[in-house]
């Protein structure tokens, strides 16, 4: 079955900067990937996806982009503020309905 | 926008007894889906449902699990005999139809088996 890795596990930014996260996955069959924030105690909250016939898309400060070559794809957030500081986690959809999480990374955006 | 509602926010229960978690996903959604998470971890699929009945289901789905959509809005995961690491937060999530990849998360039930 799928298997996704999410790296770093952890990610301390200074506010303004960016930050990037990055996920492998395993099944070239996955066709959809999307990032999701999840604030302590929260659902997950979808804030950006991507399909497997785009390259890369983005949402005011944030962006995706997806590899299926390398079978990998990252979340870029530009000018962080400390609202951005949560976990986030992406995710991959191949054949069937479920979505296969990575293990988060944990943000922390510092003032 | 329309929410995935999920109830109760938090349910605690003695090791053994049987748990019923309640979710009402978006009325015009037709898949619907049960994610659990224990604290610190990722969150790991359970279950999908389509059509009254289930499609796919992960190993951690065991015996112990059935779901159920007993009318038109309900959806129901039932723990039968709940063990001390059934402990987590069962998230219910649901999406409008084929080819409509978004899932809507509800806010979850935290379980704690004691």
């Known amino acids: 079955g799928e298997n996704v890795e999410q790296h770093p596990s952890t990610l301390s930014v200074q506010e303004g900067d960016s930050a990037v996260i990055k996920c492998t996955y395993s099944?070239?069959?996955?066709?959809?990937f999307p990032w999701y924030k999840q604030e302590l105690g929260k659902r997950p909250q979808l804030i950006i996806d991507?399909?497997?016939?785009?390259g890369e898309k983005k949402d005011q400060r944030i962006a995706v982009t997806l590899n299926k070559t390398a079978k990998h794809f990252s979340l870029h957030i530009t000018e962080t503020q400390p609202e951005d500081s949560a976990v986030y986690f992406c995710?991959?959809?191949?054949?069937?309905?479920?979505?296969?999480f990575g293990g988060g990374t944990r943000v922390l955006v510092k003032p | 926008e329309p929410e995935v509602t999920q109830t109760p926010s938090h349910q605690v229960t003695q090791m053994g007894q049987e748990v019923i978690l309640r979710c009402v996903p978006i009325?015009?959604?037709?898949?619907f889906y049960w994610y659990r998470q224990i604290l610190g971890q990722k969150v790991e699929f359970l279950v999908s449902?389509?059509?009254?009945?289930?499609?796919?289901k992960s190993e951690i789905f065991d015996d112990q699990f059935s779901v159920e959509r007993p009318d038109g809005s309900n959806f129901t995961l039932k723990i039968r005999s709940t063990k001390l690491e059934d402990s987590a937060m069962y998230f219910c999530?649901?999406?409008?139809?084929?080819?409509?990849?978004?899932?809507?998360f509800g806010s979850g039930t935290r379980l704690t088996v004691v």
């Open positions: 999530a649901s999406r409008a139809r084929q080819g409509n990849y978004g899932y809507t």
């Open positions: 099944d070239s069959a996955s066709n959809y």
């Open positions: 991507i399909r497997s016939n785009v």
């Open positions: 995710a991959a959809k191949a054949a069937g309905n479920k979505l296969t």
């Open positions: 009325s015009n959604h037709l898949y």
């Open positions: 449902f389509y059509n009254n009945e289930i499609s796919e």
